[in-house]
């Protein structure tokens, strides 16, 4: 029953990383398509949000290597 539920967490888990990848993704995108030549815009990240997306793409690879499970 414990296993269960941590599963499920972890699932949770692999769903909000991806999320929030995708976000970061579209922000990106969207940063580069309106910057032109004469004012370039900058997509700035401060540490904290560089670091939640670092652990969600380390999280992502985990899980398309190893699986979710326990």
Known sequence: MV????????????????????????YFIQAWISSSSEEPVKYILNKK????????????LTVLFTGINI
Do not use: H, P, Q, V
């Not at 599963?7 to 929030?20: A, D, Q, R, V």
């Not at 939640?52 to 999280?59: D, F, H």
């Open 3 to 26: 296993l269960l539920i941590i599963n499920k967490i972890l699932i949770l888990l692999f769903f909000m990383s991806c999320l929030n990848a995708i976000r970061r993704t579209y």
């Open 49 to 60: 949000d560089m670091w939640i997306l670092a652990a969600s793409i380390a999280y992502i």
